[in-house]
C-alpha cells in the first residue's frame, strides 16, 4: 500500500468515525444514578435519554425538538395500540418512566383522565423533567417507588386502572421480579372490567416463550405486535374478551386522526396484532419462585 | 481425618450463609421490590446475625467442645432454615399490611426470616477454631486456614447460587438442598466423633 492510499484510508476512516459520532449523538449529560448510568444524548434536533452507550439498544427514550409531539421510536408508538381496545381509558397507570414521552401524549390526548406513572429511580424523574419538558400535576402525578410495591399497596387501596403500561426493562437488565406469573396477576387486579394492559418486551431470545406462556397462563389469550425487525414486540391483553381485528379496525378508524400528530399509524396496527401462539408452548412459566430472565435472555439470542 | 472433616464443614457452612443471602433478595423482592434499600436490609440482617454468632460460637466452645456437638450446630441450623421454604410467603405478607415504609419492612421482614438461622451458621467459625487449634502458638494458623476455607465456600455459594441454581431449580428447592446439606454435614460430624 503506497503512503498516499493509506492516508486516504485513515482520513476516509477519520470520516466513517465522525459520522458514526453524529448518529449515535453527542453525549451532554451522564449520571450514575443508583441504578444504572444515564446518558443524555444530543444529534441535531434529536434529544435522547438512554441507559447504555451500546448502540442499537432497544430502550432508549427521545424527543425530536423540530416535533416534539411526535414519538420517535416504533415501539413507543406501538404502546398505544392499547387504545384500539379502550379508547377511552380514565384512569392510566404507567410503569417505567423513560423520557415521560408517552404519558406525556396520554394526557394530552385524554385531557379527562388522570396519570400515575411509577419509576424506581429519582434521577430519571429529575432528567425527565430538566431535559425533556414533563411537568407533574394533579392529573399526571410520579410515584419514586418499585413497581412491584406499589402495585401490591394500590390493590390494597382498592385502585383500579382502564389502562396499564409496564415499559420497565432496559436493554441491560430486566427486574425479574416484574416478570412473574404472581405480578402479572397483582397487575391484572388493578384492572378495570374494560381494563387493558400493554407490555413493551422481548421479541427475540428464548425468554420469548418463557414469557408468552407467562402472559398466557393469567391473561389468556392476548395481542402481539412486532417491529419490523422483531426486536421489540408488545404485548396486548385485557381482563374482557379480546375485540375482533374488525372491532379494532373500527376504532382504529376512530382514533386515526388523533393520533396523526403523534406519527401513530394506528390504523396499521389491527392487521398486524398477531393472535397466533408463535412460541414453545413448553417453556416454563415464570414464577417469583422460579424467575431467571437475566440469564434466560442472556442463553441465546 | 479429623481436620479434614472440620475443614468441610467450615466450608459448607460459609457455603450456604452466602447462598442464602443471595436467595434473599429474591424472597423479599415480591414485597419489598428490588430498590437498594432491600439489599441494604438484608446484607444488615445478615452481617449482624453472625457477629452474635461469633459470640454464641465461642462461648459454646468453652463447654466441653466436641466434634459430636459441633455436628448439632449444623442439625439445629437446618432445622430453622427450612421452614423458610413454607413460612416465608405468610410473613411477608404480614409485614407487609403493618409496615408502610418498604425500607422498615424489608428491614423486619429479613430480620424475621434470616436472623436465627444466620445466628447459628456463625457459631461454626469460631467452633471449628476451637475443635483444630491444640497448642496456642498454631492457633493464628488454625484460624487463617478456617477462615480460607469457609470464605473461600461463601465465594463458591453466591457463585453457584447466581449463576446456576436459580436458573435450574426454583427457590423453594433450593431451600430444601440447602438444608439437606446441613442435615448431611451435621450427621458426618455426629458420626465421625468417636
Given at each position: 500500500m503506497s503512503p498516499p492510499v493509506a492516508a486516504r484510508k485513515i482520513v476516509l476512516c477519520l470520516l466513517v468515525a465522525s459520522v458514526t459520532q453524529i448518529a449515535a449523538g453527542r453525549v451532554i449529560h451522564t449520571e450514575h444514578s443508583l441504578y444504572q448510568n444515564i446518558l443524555m444524548t444530543e444529534s441535531g434536533n434529536r434529544l435522547c435519554m438512554k441507559f447504555?452507550?451500546?448502540?442499537?439498544?432497544?430502550?432508549q427514550s427521545c424527543i425530536d425538538?423540530?416535533?416534539?409531539?411526535?414519538?420517535?421510536f416504533g415501539y413507543t408508538r406501538m404502546m398505544m395500540s392499547g387504545l384500539l381496545l379502550n379508547p377511552q381509558p380514565n384512569r392510566i397507570l404507567v410503569v417505567g418512566m423513560g423520557g415521560g414521552t408517552l404519558p406525556m401524549a396520554l394526557a394530552e390526548l385524554l385531557p379527562d383522565s388522570h396519570i400515575d406513572i411509577v419509576e424506581i429511580d429519582s434521577a430519571v424523574v429529575r432528567l425527565a423533567q430538566e431535559y425533556f419538558g414533563f411537568v407533574s400535576g394533579p392529573r399526571l402525578r410520579v410515584v419514586v417507588q418499585d413497581a412491584r410495591v406499589y402495585g401490591k399497596r394500590a390493590a390494597l387501596r382498592g385502585e383500579r386502572y382502564d389502562l396499564i403500561l409496564l415499559d420497565a426493562f432496559t436493554a441491560d437488565y430486566i427486574p425479574e421480579h416484574l416478570m412473574t406469573a404472581e405480578y402479572l396477576a397483582e397487575t391484572r387486579s388493578l384492572l378495570t372490567d374494560e381494563g387493558v394492559i400493554v407490555a413493551n418486551t422481548f421479541g427475540i431470545s428464548d425468554l420469548y416463550d418463557y414469557e408468552s406462556n407467562t402472559y398466557e397462563s393469567i391473561f389468556g389469550p392476548f395481542l402481539n405486535l412486532k417491529s419490523w425487525n422483531s426486536s421489540n414486540r408488545i404485548i396486548v391483553a385485557a381482563k374482557a374478551t379480546l375485540p375482533s381485528e374488525v372491532e379494532l379496525e373500527a376504532r382504529a378508524t376512530q382514533l386515526k386522526s388523533a393520533l396523526r400528530p403523534y406519527g401513530v399509524p394506528i390504523h396499521r396496527y389491527p392487521q398486524r396484532m398477531s393472535r397466533k401462539r408463535d412460541w414453545d408452548a413448553s417453556a416454563r412459566i415464570l414464577t417469583d419462585q422460579y424467575s431467571p430472565a437475566n440469564l434466560l435472555r442472556g442463553a441465546r439470542s | 481425618m479429623r481436620p479434614m472433616i472440620i475443614n468441610v464443614l467450615a466450608f459448607t457452612g460459609g457455603f450456604v450463609i452466602m447462598a442464602m443471602e443471595l436467595l434473599g433478595g429474591r424472597i423479599l423482592a415480591p414485597y419489598f421490590g428490588a430498590s437498594i434499600y432491600v439489599w441494604g436490609s438484608i446484607i444488615s440482617v445478615f452481617m449482624l446475625a453472625l457477629a452474635f454468632g461469633y459470640l454464641l460460637g465461642g462461648r459454646l466452645s468453652l463447654q466441653r467442645p466436641s466434634l459430636r456437638r459441633f455436628g448439632l450446630v449444623f442439625l439445629i441450623a437446618a432445622v430453622l432454615l427450612y421452614p423458610l421454604a413454607i413460612y416465608a410467603d405468610p410473613l411477608m405478607q404480614l409485614v407487609f399490611t403493618y409496615v408502610e415504609d418498604p425500607r422498615y419492612g424489608s428491614l423486619l421482614a429479613a430480620a424475621l426470616l434470616f436472623a436465627l438461622p444466620t445466628v447459628i451458621l456463625g457459631v461454626i467459625s469460631p467452633y471449628a477454631v476451637r475443635l483444630r487449634v491444640e497448642h496456642v502458638d498454631q492457633s493464628g494458623s488454625v484460624a487463617g486456614r478456617l477462615y480460607f476455607v469457609s470464605t473461600l465456600g461463601s465465594a463458591l455459594g453466591t457463585l453457584a447460587t447466581s449463576f446456576y441454581f436459580v436458573l435450574w431449580f426454583e427457590i423453594n428447592t433450593i431451600i430444601s438442598l440447602l438444608t439437606l446439606t446441613l442435615v448431611a454435614m451435621g450427621a458426618l460430624a455426629w458420626f465421625a466423633d468417636r
Open positions: 447504555s452507550l451500546r448502540e442499537n439498544q432497544r430502550n425538538r423540530s416535533d416534539p409531539r411526535k414519538m420517535v | -
